[in-house]
């Protein structure tokens, strides 16, 4: 086989359709196994039977259409950084332009800041519009701090809650309060705090008693103690921050954002002053906007014109695209990994995955064949707050090392150097996609991204030319080559030696070690029932592009390491003694009972989940009230 068809193969996976149902796929005994699904039935080949066969990598694939993009566009661009310096600005206390030279190494003002800055100082309301790595936090941070050292007589932290600054997760939160606390050292008697969950609410009840001026946290913990903490006054608020506006939208914080708003109405004795902030203007964004605003002052630092609906990207910004099959993505992932962390020699890469159960399992099969020398980290939302922080805060303190991260990483976080974005799984639309790259090229500095698509995914492309977001291909065939630097693909010769063999040996020592491994076979099952449930909950705008009867699961179950059918995967494994089980359990009495077939969840359950998952507020349940 030569490296033209070898990169053919790689790039070309089609699903069987009315089209092309004369040339059926093989390995057909890989049938759905989902209740209620693809209806499309695969022929059977009897050949392959057998529970755990171990298929081809490089067969079955049919020709599919040849993408044409309409990219006759012209990116949306913004200037990151204006001509202005923070020491120019007569109407800023000097004590905090010092602080921003001394603790940050800032003295020229971006884009976005030099918009926002003169507006709030002047007590407007705004509405802000800006790409992420922006320094949108320093545009309300420094207002505020401003205008609170500015009241007479002097505020301290007996003074009450000032400003309340709410956001979308902990994660963010805790960021925000980096910020304000090397702000403040300027004037020490102002006090930031932060509720995020984590801890109990006696320890932050004591906190609220002893005296908090600015207060930053998340929806579901904040409402929380507005409603059981007598000790929260509210009532001389005079700044509310709704940062990453469109996320707290998106993961059903509506309603707890207007019970918020409700709340400071009704105590409210000093007017208030508040700033909507967000990467994208959803029509979400545009209804809170009309219900918390007041004649707001409306701030975009791009050349994007009124109501255009492109998205903004760093121009600084490298964005790419691979086209791999199914089979071949573990096998992609690994060699992209290895490429640009020991061959490029980049220090920082962040792959974002679609469940926590992927992002719990590629952290533990990676290293098992993998150079060990790279460090892995990972974090979503179903780790304590305490392993969050420490990997939030390692992560960004680390030189170097690969972050296996949920959505939950790809919101506004500052994690310094990251040269990678990694999207493994696509994002639900164009505006995750935006927020994902914006963890890269911040602040001005280079990055670069790169996702993985199926072929029945490319429409995803033209989805993003429509928001004006252009990427450019490049053929895996590019970092397979590094294939050579992995002990395990060594072993070629025995699958026919070349790039192919070495594809082919790398993936058999996947499948064998997750065989090999009770554990980690079972969390591979995770993962695969994991995705397959993310996959099926795609919105139904999004289903033209992510057709889930598109998909070859079994081929699927590969680029998990699994050789189960995907029946089988659900329901049956190896038991306790390392045996290949029959799908059917024991009961109390000794009787066998049929595993139960995998159910799916609904939109609605599904995103109530992750609401107390990836972005809750870390709050057991109410048992009683206390005053």
Request: net charge positive; glycine share 6%.
């Amino acid at each position: 086989m030569t490296m033209d068809e070898i990169s053919l193969n790689i790039c070309t996976e089609a699903p069987v359709t009315s089209k092309n149902k004369k040339t059926p796929l093989k390995n057909s005994d890989y049938s759905d196994g989902i209740e209620e699904t693809n209806n499309d039935k695969v022929p059977s080949n009897k050949k392959n039977k057998k529970k755990g066969k171990k298929s081809s990598l490089f067969e079955d694939h049919l020709d599919i259409p040849a993408l044409e993009l309409n990219d006759e566009f012209t990116q949306v661009e913004e200037s990151l950084f204006s001509l202005r310096e923070f020491k120019d600005c007569s109407n800023i206390h000097p004590y905090i332009i010092s602080a921003l030279e001394q603790l940050f190494s800032i003295t020229k003002m971006t884009t976005v800041q030099q918009l926002s800055i003169p507006p709030l100082l002047a007590g407007q309301d705004a509405l802000v519009r800006s790409q992420t790595g922006s320094g949108k936090t320093l545009a309300y941070a420094i207002p505020i701090l401003h205008a609170l050292q500015n009241i007479k007589p002097k505020i301290d932290r007996t003074s009450g809650v000032r400003a309340l600054i709410v956001l979308p997760t902990r994660e963010l939160a805790l960021q925000t309060y980096e910020w304000f606390l090397k702000l403040v050292r300027a004037f020490a008697r102002i006090v930031p705090g932060i509720l995020i969950g984590g801890e109990k609410r006696k320890s932050e009840k004591a906190r609220l008693r002893k005296g908090i001026n600015i207060l930053i946290g998340t929806p579901g913990r904040l409402i929380d103690h507005v409603k059981h903490t007598a000790s929260l006054n509210l009532s001389q608020v005079s700044w509310l921050v709704l940062d990453e506006a469109d996320k707290l939208l998106e993961m059903g914080y509506e309603r707890d954002v207007g019970s918020l708003l409700e709340s400071l109405d009704n105590v409210a004795e000093v007017k208030r002053q508040t700033v909507l902030l967000s990467a994208t203007l959803t029509p979400g964004v545009e209804r809170l906007a009309g219900l918390a605003l007041d004649s707001p002052a409306r701030i975009d630092s791009s050349n994007a014109e009124e109501n255009d609906e492109a998205l903004v990207v760093p121009n600084t910004l490298e964005q790419i695209y691979i086209i791999a099959n199914a089979k071949l993505r573990l096998v992609s992932l690994s060699s992209f990994l290895l490429h640009v962390c020991q061959v490029e020699g980049s220090s920082k890469v962040l792959v974002f995955m679609a469940t926590q159960d992927m992002v719990d399992y590629f952290t533990e099969i990676l290293p098992r064949v993998m150079d060990p020398e790279v460090e892995l980290f990972k974090l979503h939302g179903n780790m304590s707050h305490s392993d969050r922080t420490e990997v939030f805060k390692s992560f960004r303190a680390a030189k170097s090392g690969v972050l296996f991260s949920t959505d939950v990483a790809a919101r506004g976080l500052d994690m310094p150097l990251v040269d990678w974005i990694v999207q493994y799984n696509a994002p639900r639309d164009p505006s995750e996609y935006v927020h994902r790259v914006g963890r890269t090229a911040r602040a001005g500095t280079k990055g670069h991204s790169v996702i993985f698509l199926l072929p029945s995914e490319t429409q995803f492309l033209q989805w993003l030319a429509n928001k004006r977001i252009k990427l450019k291909e490049v053929s895996i065939e590019k970092y397979l080559g590094c294939l050579s630097e992995i002990e395990a693909a060594n072993n070629s010769e025995k699958y026919g030696g070349g790039l192919e063999g070495a594809i082919t040996a790398l993936q058999h020592t996947f499948e064998n070690t997750i065989q090999d491994d009770d554990n980690l076979h079972d969390l591979a099952r995770k993962a695969y029932t994991s995705w397959v449930r993310f996959y099926m909950s795609y919105p139904k705008e999004a289903r033209t592009v992510f057709d889930f009867k598109m998909l070859h699961l079994g081929h699927h179950a590969k680029s998990f390491a699994l050789t189960d059918a995907p029946t089988a995967i659900g329901g049956r494994g190896k038991n306790k003694n390392g045996k290949k089980g029959s799908g059917k359990k024991k009961s109390k009495d000794g009787e066998r009972k049929k595993s139960k077939p995998l159910k799916l969840d609904s939109q609605e359950s599904r995103t109530k989940r992750l609401m107390f998952s990836e972005y809750d507020s870390g709050l057991p349940p109410i048992k009683k009230q206390k005053t």
